[in-house]
């Protein structure tokens, strides 16, 4: 039988016994085409020194038994680094198996089943894709032969007992990542993190130019922006984040919501790690879960240079549940700063922009509020604005009385809470050496004793700190009026953020200084939507008068009509 196809040579297709034309014409092609064409796989699973030498002792070793083969033709060495859990993260692997597909491989070599796959359905699967296209595995550590009879039951016992020593080696693994965290030998697991560099020993170390960042998003929020607005104030502003988060969020000019709210509720910012926040579910496919109490955690505390001090962590925490509690206050809070803060003098209803005129609710949702007779007028919106650029100048005459504000609430405040949280403290820790002690010696009604009084006093605790937190925030918000009185009253040089020595940041008191936004220098000309959100609290429209109460606990009373 002849074929022929369009501008080719007659090719005869032969049936039984070899021609002797080909002999005699093409012994050279003859031998190479009766060569086996064979390929060879190789993998370590880890970067150490010695896998490293074993990993190219396996690809010498190969290359020189396939080349030493008369009958042999080496395709190549296919060779991987990766973990032999998952066929799919293998991609030399996968190249080679495409290789076999495209007719290049007639015979593969591994040195053994853990080396070909750790996971017996991908070992069965692949050994079952290359029997189908006649192509053999050999491996040479156990002198399997895929095509052999019996190869695949034997292929199939090691292959589980491969997948079981990986399980077992994972398990080890993790046992001793958690013997580490006991006995307070910490590693970060976070290798891009802005705001700090990670050693090779694991620990992280400040980088200044990005702390200031960090610095400044949490002062932002701190001073009434949402992470969505600080996200878009930072890229408008061509700020460069420049990193990505072990949670996946990138930072290049590329700012979003997730990653600011990210990079507020890590507590590494404030010296601290809390280890194992996930966990491994599968060590096959390496699946990665939030530990929701599926495996103990672990809270280091002063682990390495915080960049934002802990007391100002806490508070943006406490504001972040704020937040969430009152969701419904902060789901159009930027795009009119005015909307949630002006109120109505006479009824307490709140007062609606419509075009350039702002009117009491009562009258434009009657229906709402059918028992509401209110007769408070109208006020346009640029009278409005004037007048709270008009309490803003009027405030450099009582910095007496902020500074007032502030010592008050330093004595009365946040000294005595900050007493109680200590004592609190100290027994809270009393009792815990209690319960470790009754536990000991078996007293079950002892522990059961000392359990109940640690959680009244941690209950007790909780509303201590929640209420030191109320202090703290009013207490950032006299800083912050003060920093804008003194620049209407002194002048300051307009500039976004100071610049922070070496990024550490451990007091608060530094933190307020390094943060303060620049203003510009003297009299307040125009109403800014950051002064309304860092400073004001609330603007309350009587019959004859406009009270602009400021965050700070400080109220400016002026008159509706110029």
């Not at 955690?297 to 001090?309: D, K, L, M």
């Not at 007048?387 to 902020?402: G, K, Q, S």
């Not at 909780?462 to 804008?484: F, N, P, T």
């Amino acid at each position: 039988m002849t074929t022929r196809t369009a501008n080719a040579p007659r090719v005869r297709v032969l049936r039984g016994e070899r021609s002797p034309v080909q002999r005699v014409h093409a012994p050279a092609l003859e031998e190479k085409r009766n060569r086996i064409r064979v390929a060879a796989y190789c993998r370590v699973s880890t970067d150490h020194e010695d896998q490293e030498t074993s990993f190219e002792a396996q690809q010498t070793h190969f290359t020189n038994l396939i080349s030493g083969n008369p009958g042999w033709e080496l395709v190549g060495i296919y060779a991987d680094e990766e973990s032999g859990t998952r066929a799919q993260t293998r991609e030399n692997f996968m190249r080679m198996i495409a290789d076999c597909e495209a007719g290049k491989i007639d015979m593969v070599l591994s040195k053994s089943i853990s080396r070909w796959a750790r996971n017996t359905l991908d070992s069965l699967k692949y050994i079952r894709k290359l029997k189908a296209l006649e192509i053999p595995i050999f491996f040479t550590k156990e002198s399997i032969n895929t095509m052999d009879a019996g190869g695949e039951v034997l292929v199939t016992i090691l292959a589980s007992i491969a997948q079981q020593e990986s399980a077992s080696i994972s398990q080890n693994v993790q046992i001793g990542v958690r013997y580490h965290y006991q006995e307070g030998k910490v590693c970060s697991g976070v290798h891009r993190l802005l705001g700090y560099n990670r050693t090779p020993e694991g620990s992280l170390v400040i980088v200044p130019e990005e702390a200031e960042i960090v610095q400044r998003i949490f002062r932002d929020y701190l001073d009434g922006y949402s992470p969505k607005h600080i996200a878009r104030m930072l890229a408008e502003e061509g700020v460069d984040g420049n990193k990505t988060t072990s949670g996946g969020t990138v930072f290049e000019r590329n700012w979003n919501d997730q990653g600011i709210t990210y990079i507020l509720k890590n507590e590494k910012y404030s010296g601290d790690l809390l280890l194992q926040k996930y966990y491994t579910v599968d060590f096959l496919t390496k699946k990665v879960a939030p530990n929701n109490g599926q495996l103990p955690q672990y809270f280091v505390e002063n682990s390495h240079e915080p960049v934002i001090p802990r007391e100002i962590f806490q508070q943006v925490q406490a504001e972040m549940a704020r937040r969430r509690k009152h969701w419904q206050e902060f789901k159009y809070y930027h795009s009119n700063v005015l909307s949630s803060k002006v109120v109505c003098g006479n009824c307490g209803l709140p007062y609606r922009q419509v075009k350039t005129t702002w009117r009491c609710d009562s009258k434009m949702n009657k229906s709402r509020h059918p028992d509401v007779e209110c007769r408070n007028d109208s006020i346009r919106d640029d009278r409005l604005r004037q007048i709270i650029v008009d309490a803003f100048n009027a405030l450099p005459e009582r910095r007496d009385e902020l500074v007032r504000l502030e010592e008050r609430l330093r004595w009365g405040g946040l000294d005595k809470a900050d007493e109680v949280l200590t004592r609190m403290e100290t027994a809270m820790d009393s009792l815990e050496e209690e319960i470790r002690e009754a536990q000991e010696a078996g007293n079950t009604d002892a522990e059961e004793n000392a359990r109940k009084q640690l959680a009244e006093v941690r209950e007790k605790w909780a509303a201590a700190s929640e209420q030191r937190a109320v202090y703290a925030d009013k207490a950032l918000h006299i800083r912050g009026l003060q920093d804008r009185v003194r620049a209407i009253a002194e002048g300051s040089e307009e500039r976004p953020y100071r610049e922070s020595p070496n990024g550490r940041c451990a007091k608060p008191d530094l933190f307020f200084r390094l943060t303060r936004p620049g203003y510009a220098d003297g009299r307040v000309t125009e109403c800014s939507d950051d002064d309304i959100l860092r400073f004001i609290e609330k603007v309350e429209i009587g019959w004859q008068t406009v009270t602009v109460t400021f965050k700070a606990g400080i109220s400016v009373e002026l008159p509706r009509e110029a």
